[in-house]
Structure formats: C-alpha cells, structure tokens
C-alpha cells in the first residue's frame, strides 16, 4: 500500500460502492417516474409513501416535466380569430401609418408560401430533423417573392417603411424590386458570389445558386474573377459563422437603421438568432427609448414580452389585412420585371460547367402587354438568362 494513500482492493470496492448507488438512485427515479405519470387515486399506499420518502426527486421530476410541457407549448402553432386578428392589424395600421422609421424584420417564414421551409415550424427544417425524419432539398429556382415580399416593397416605395433587414438568404426580397440600399442580408444571398481579393469587393449576381459546391468553412464556388483572376466565394453565413463582408450582408446599415428606429415590424422569424444581435435591439438605450416592437408569427419567441402587439397569422394573411388597411395595392410579382436579370452578370465562355443548379429563366410567362420578348439568339447579351432548360417558351394559362 502507497504511504497515505488507499490500496487498489480499496479503490475498487469503493468504485463497486459508488455505482451501485448510482445504479440505486436511477432505479428509484424510474420508480418515482412511474408512480407520477399515475394519477392520484390509483397509487397504492406503498407508492405513496415511496413519493413521501423522495421528496427531492418528486420535485426534480415535476420541474423536468414543466419544462417539457413549456417547450411544447412554444412549438405549437396559434392561430388567432379571425376578428381579433383584424383588430390587431388596425392596431398595427395605425402603428405604421405613425412610426417615424419603420425597420421591418423578416425569417424564414416568409417565404414558406413560396414552398420554402422554414426551420421551426411544425414542417420545419430542425424540427424534422430532431424528430429523426429526412428532409428533401426545395427547388428554390421555382420560388418567387410572396405577397409579403411585394407587399414589404410597396410600403418602401410609399416611404412607410426604411429599412429591411432579413435572415433569409433566398434573394426574393432583391428579387421583389426592393432597392439594394434598403437590404440588409444578414446571412448572404444565394445568387451573389464575390471576390475578396479585389478592392473594393467585387460582386457578381448570378441566375443560378452559387452555393452548389460550398459548405460550413468553405466557400469558394469554382468560379474566378473576371477581373483578378482570385477564386469566388459565396456570401452565406452558415451557423457557427461570423459575417464579415460588406455586401450583401449590409450590417453597417442595419446597424445604422436599429439606431434610427422607432418601430421594428418583425415577420416570420423564431428571433431566436436575432436575439443574439444586441445592436439590432437598441439594448443600450433605456427601455422607454427603444423601439416599439410589433410581432408577427404563429409560434412563441424570446421577445414576446417586449412586443407592443403580436399577432399570430401567417403572413401572406396579416400583411394582405395590413396593405387594404392602408389602402394600398399589393404590386404583382412579374419575373418579365425582376431586377435580377438586369443585376446579373453572365458566365464567361468555358464556365457553363462550374454549376448543375436550375437557372432562372424569364420564359415561365408572357411578357406584359407591350413588352415583347427578346429572341432567344440574344440570350447571350441578356447575360445567361436562358439557363438548360428555360430555352423554351410557354404561355400562361389564362385563369377565367
């Protein structure tokens, strides 16, 4: 035996000691478990008294369920009534119609009626995913902007709203006439790739997503600068990432926007990643000089007690309330008219192969009366607008 110290037989039956105690204690929390999802009367006296000689674990056991029942109910989706969802959205009209600078806030349900999915809902990317379910990967060259994107764009042409600032990285917002001064990308955009060796950073908007190739810390997309020569890189911030180019993620103007608010209309977001942006809650400030906060989402989030109102709605549902409370016509979404096309910049001779992804292509519909339709022979000039596929043109049908 070592001099102050215990033998190695001590050592062992010590540790024999310490995990059947262990193994005690687990059985008896299976016990206690057992007698607790029982109800009252049809306990026997013994297991009564089983509960009154663990009091501690009865305790423990009765907070891990509360929290699960909490967690539960924050996952359920709400609907509010009809009628006390028009009331909220006047409420809402009224806050809109009076905010100085209007900051809107927009996740990913948003763009859910696009068939996007979101990532908390009851369909939702994470939620499958900790149910042990696969999830498909969306065609997100079929998405367009959602009533809510055009809508968010009119109340920006009005001067209602100031600013965006959104989590997506599905470019409908750019892709919904929304001025590019007036986004903030905070997570990319799936259609722009850049080269950071060029000074300023040189932006290239492709019809196509640049993301194919690219992961979690590794972003170049096998495509070079026309100008450089440098390797392109997409602009997602993936989670675990930090954003640290300019464009399209625009911190510096939403930033600037939070500091200037006095209304934020959040949309379609959990905010539980938002949350974690002291900069884009005014935090610094005192409560009663921060923004006015009005929440629309069917689930609960973490600043629900902060909010001046929350509606549960969709919102294609809200936002469509909101705009004939305005009395304001939601514009229609025309890929004939969508900025992309003019932003994009065309593959080079030899890159046709660097993507497999879907192109975007204005063909889907008939240009607007007046408006005729370039021949394909100058789908160079357009700048790749007739991706594999997108050559041919189809009419739409007319919906009588």
Same mark, same amino acid.
């Given at each position: 035996m070592?001099?102050?110290?215990?033998?190695?037989?001590?050592?062992?039956?010590?540790?024999?000691?310490?995990?059947?105690?262990?193994?005690?204690?687990?059985?008896?929390?299976? $016990?206690v478990?057992?007698?607790?999802?029982?109800?009252?009367?049809?306990?026997?006296a013994?297991?009564?008294?089983?509960?009154?000689?663990?009091?501690?674990?009865?305790?423990?056991?009765?907070?891990?369920?509360?929290?699960?029942?909490?967690?539960?109910?924050?996952?359920?989706?709400?609907?509010?009534?009809?009628?006390?969802?028009?009331?909220?959205?006047?409420?809402?009209?009224?806050?809109?119609?009076?905010?100085?600078?209007?900051?809107?806030?927009?996740?990913?349900?948003?763009?859910t009626?696009?068939?996007?999915?979101?990532?908390?809902?009851?369909?939702?990317?994470?939620?499958?995913?900790?149910?042990?379910?696969?999830?498909?990967?969306?065609?997100?060259?079929?998405?367009?902007?959602?009533?809510? =994107?055009?809508?968010?764009?009119?109340? =920006?042409e $009005?001067k209602?709203?100031q600013?965006?600032?959104?989590?997506?990285?599905?470019?409908?917002?750019?892709?919904?006439?929304?001025?590019?001064?007036?986004?903030s990308?905070?997570?990319?955009?799936?259609?722009?790739?850049?080269?950071?060796a060029?000074?300023?950073?040189?932006?290239?908007?492709?019809?196509f997503?640049?993301?194919?190739?690219?992961?979690?810390?590794? =972003?170049?997309?096998?495509?070079?600068? =026309?100008?450089?020569?440098?390797?392109?890189?997409?602009?997602?911030?993936?989670?675990?990432?930090?954003?640290?180019?300019?464009?399209p993620?625009?911190?510096?103007?939403?930033?600037?926007?939070?500091?200037?608010?006095?209304?934020?209309?959040?949309?379609?977001?959990?905010?539980?990643?938002?949350?974690?942006?002291?900069?884009?809650?005014?935090?610094t400030?005192?409560?009663?000089?921060?923004?006015k906060?009005?929440?629309?989402?069917?689930?609960?989030?973490?600043?629900?007690?902060?909010?001046?109102?929350?509606?549960?709605?969709?919102?294609?549902?809200?936002?469509?309330?909101?705009?004939?409370?305005?009395?304001?016509?939601?514009?229609?979404?025309?890929?004939?008219q969508?900025?992309?096309?003019?932003?994009?910049?065309?593959l080079?001779?030899?890159?046709?192969?660097?993507?497999?992804?879907?192109?975007?292509?204005?063909?889907?519909?008939?240009?607007?009366?007046?408006?005729?339709?370039?021949?394909?022979?100058?789908?160079?000039?357009?700048?790749?607008?007739?991706?594999r596929?997108?050559?041919?043109?189809?009419?739409?049908?007319?919906?009588?």
């Amino acid at each position: 035996m070592a001099a102050g110290g215990p033998s190695r037989s001590e050592r062992k039956a010590a540790e024999r000691v310490r995990r059947l105690r262990e193994e005690q204690q687990r059985e008896r929390l299976r $016990q206690v478990s057992r007698i607790l999802r029982k109800a009252a009367a049809e306990r026997s006296a013994e297991e009564g008294r089983l509960l009154a000689e663990s009091e501690d674990l009865v305790t423990e056991l009765q907070g891990r369920s509360r929290r699960r029942e909490g967690l539960k109910r924050r996952q359920e989706e709400v609907c509010d009534d009809p009628e006390e969802l028009r009331r909220k959205v006047r409420e809402l009209a009224g806050a809109v119609r009076n905010a100085k600078y209007l900051v809107v806030y927009t996740g990913a349900g948003i763009s859910t009626a696009a068939s996007i999915p979101d990532y908390r809902g009851p369909n939702g990317v994470w939620t499958l995913l900790q149910k042990g379910r696969s999830i498909s990967a969306a065609d997100l060259s079929e998405a367009e902007p959602t009533l809510t =994107h055009m809508s968010i764009a009119r109340l =920006h042409e $009005q001067k209602l709203v100031q600013h965006v600032v959104s989590q997506n990285c599905d470019g409908l917002h750019l892709r919904s006439g929304l001025p590019r001064t007036a986004i903030s990308e905070l997570h990319g955009n799936m259609y722009i790739e850049v080269c950071t060796a060029c000074t300023p950073n040189r932006e290239y908007v492709r019809v196509f997503d640049v993301t194919e190739r690219t992961a979690l810390h590794r =972003h170049q997309t096998g495509r070079a600068c =026309h100008k450089c020569g440098a390797q392109l890189r997409d602009t997602i911030v993936h989670f675990g990432e930090r954003g640290t180019l300019g464009q399209p993620l625009n911190w510096e103007a939403a930033t600037e926007a939070a500091s200037k608010a006095d209304t934020i209309l959040c949309l379609g977001s959990s905010l539980k990643v938002l949350k974690k942006y002291p900069r884009l809650w005014c935090m610094t400030k005192p409560p009663s000089r921060r923004p006015k906060l009005y929440i629309v989402n069917l689930q609960w989030t973490p600043k629900d007690d902060w909010a001046a109102l929350k509606l549960h709605g969709k919102c294609d549902d809200v936002m469509q309330l909101l705009m004939d409370e305005l009395g304001l016509e939601i514009p229609r979404y025309s890929r004939w008219q969508d900025p992309i096309f003019a932003l994009a910049t065309p593959l080079r001779a030899g890159e046709e192969g660097t993507h497999s992804r879907k192109s975007l292509c204005r063909s889907r519909e008939e240009p607007p009366p007046g408006e005729r339709a370039a021949p394909l022979s100058s789908a160079p000039v357009l700048g790749g607008w007739f991706g594999r596929g997108c050559t041919k043109r189809t009419k739409r049908k007319k919906v009588t």
